[in-house]
């Protein structure tokens, strides 16, 4: 089972839709791990015709899945990192009439959403869809380094070893959640973790 | 929620100005130029931006929005350009025929409802008749700030091109013209295509050419909040009617050629508005009780709650009806 229902937050954190074929020139869809079921989900010969499928796999084997969907072109990088730079090549060349939809881990998403921003497209007309993993990628807002795939809350972070409380306050300028030190009062006085949503 | 701070007198606030020239353009558009009676500077506006001209018309007043189609860099002088109609209810006919240079008028500070989106990478302006006087201001803000933008600009004919010369003078590689006694049109569903990643479009003309360019660009893909329009409605003539305003304790009757907010207006009472053409909002009033049916005819309130039956805008809509209380 892919799908999370996350309980109720600040309006700072972000809310997710359900992938749907939209009218469009041209489709660009990025996806990891779980993410895969969602294109799946939503994907017709029709729409596969005019889409660009940019997809990492992570620890997956949904890759041949997306393949015999026939897109019309196909990318499977073996990183954010490493696709990011396909991401923006596709972007810049695209014009309106493009329609963008996210689907997999919010570190994707968001790092994701923040291209397509920055390459003029509205937040608000991107389509994103959660599935798989809901580790978050997190800020430490002392140091201003990034934690990939924080699952536990309180977590040390990677950068400054700080120990930091994971928080819903959201940055779609950094794709990240803020992590503020926990025990600055009293060092060493850290909470067990647990998971984000337990 | 509007931004507009709440104020003590309805509407925006006003500005004693002169007629300093009166130029007509073509048969049917004059320009009038304005400058401030105490000789300060007018207060800054962005490109889009409309003022509401109050007009003495033998003891009537009217009050008619007008799109501020001079620069935004030059705060000397607000003008606007007026398109007679001769079917209208007589505020263009009365700028037309009574209007003259030195005159004292009353205008208001400006309001923007049609502003330039300037995160957009390309601004695409579809103007239709007189629809260009807001380009006119956005594309002199665009010029000084080096902005991309592009004009396709729709007229009947030559003779009623309004600035086609000047446009076209000024900008040859980004004024686009077709006039429609040529039987020119616009190529809409190529225009669109391939315009670069973050274009916005905006259109100011007749109700059709701004259906179509919403309804071709959502086809298209577009995002809807890339496209933008303004459209001023008139309010129409209908049969007289009566209401009842709760909180002023009066019942008033609605003439067959005014609005329901001139009517109110016309009691003494003061009541909320700034566009007076549908689109702003400010006018939304609640009613408190109804028996007959409403004829709604503003762009502000949702399908939902038109039927409701719940509000009313009354800068442009009516009722049919035995009865219609308002929360006024």
Not at chain 1, 117 to 129: K, L, N, R, Y
Not at chain 2, 118 to 144: C, D, N, V, W
Request: proline share 6%; hydrophobic share 35%; aromatic share 8%.
């Amino acid at each position: 089972m892919s799908k999370f229902e996350f309980p109720p937050s600040i309006r700072s954190r972000p809310v997710y839709g359900t992938l749907e074929a939209r009218l469009g020139k041209h489709h660009l869809m990025i996806a990891d791990a779980e993410g895969a079921e969602a294109i799946i989900g939503v994907a017709t010969p029709e729409l596969m015709a005019k889409t660009h499928i940019i997809y990492i796999p992570k620890d997956t084997d949904f890759a041949e899945k997306l393949r015999d969907l026939k897109p019309a072109q196909f990318y499977q990088g073996p990183s954010y990192a490493a696709s990011v730079q396909r991401i923006r090549h596709v972007l810049a060349n695209s014009h309106m009439g493009l329609q963008v939809y996210l689907a997999g881990t919010e570190g994707l998403m968001g790092q994701a959403q923040n291209e397509a921003m920055q390459a003029g497209f509205p937040h608000t007309a991107i389509q994103t869809e959660h599935r798989g993993s809901i580790a978050r990628r997190m800020q430490c807002v002392h140091c201003k380094g990034i934690t990939e795939d924080v699952e536990i809350d309180p977590f040390q972070c990677a950068h400054c070893g700080l120990n930091l409380f994971v928080r819903d306050h959201y940055s779609r300028r950094l794709a990240a959640y803020q992590g503020v030190c926990i025990d600055a009062e009293d060092p060493g006085n850290v909470p067990e973790s647990k998971g984000i949503y337990e | 929620m509007s931004a507009a701070p709440q104020r003590v007198k309805a509407g925006a606030e006003k500005i004693d100005v002169a007629v300093s020239a009166v130029v007509p353009l073509n048969d049917l558009v004059t320009r009038f130029e304005f400058k401030r009676r105490d000789g300060a500077p007018f207060p800054p506006f962005s490109g889009g931006a409309h003022t509401v001209v109050e007009m003495n018309d033998n003891g009537r007043t009217r009050l008619n929005p007008y799109s501020l189609m001079s620069d935004p860099g030059d705060l000397s002088t607000y003008a606007i350009s007026v398109r007679r109609d001769d079917e209208g209810r007589g505020g263009s006919l009365f700028m037309h025929g009574n209007v003259k240079i030195g005159d004292e008028m009353i205008i208001t500070y400006p309001v923007n409802l049609f502003s330039l989106d300037l995160r957009a990478r390309k601004h695409l302006f579809f103007a239709g008749g007189i629809g260009i006087t807001p380009f006119m201001s956005m594309i002199a803000q665009l010029e000084r700030s080096n902005g991309n933008w592009e004009l396709h600009y729709a007229c009947r004919s030559e003779s009623l091109g309004s600035y086609v010369d000047v446009l076209g003078y000024k900008y040859p590689g980004k004024v686009h013209i077709y006039y429609d006694d040529q039987s020119q049109a616009i190529d809409l569903e190529n225009l669109l295509d391939g315009q670069p990643l973050g274009t916005h479009a905006y259109v100011c003309g007749p109700k059709g050419m701004i259906n179509w360019i919403h309804a071709t660009a959502t086809a298209a893909g577009w995002p809807e909040l890339h496209v933008h329009s303004e459209e001023f409605l008139a309010p129409e003539p209908g049969a007289p009617f009566v209401v009842r305003l709760c909180k002023s304790d009066m019942t008033i009757t609605v003439r067959e050629d005014e609005s329901l907010l001139e009517a109110i207006e016309r009691a003494g009472v003061d009541a909320p508005f700034l566009c007076r053409g549908g689109s702003c909002g400010q006018c939304e009033t609640d009613v408190v009780a109804a028996d007959g049916n409403f004829i709604h005819r503003d762009h502000w309130l949702d399908d939902d709650e038109h039927a409701s039956g719940k509000k009313i805008m009354p800068c442009v809509s009516r009722f049919i009806g035995k009865s219609l209380e308002l929360d006024r």
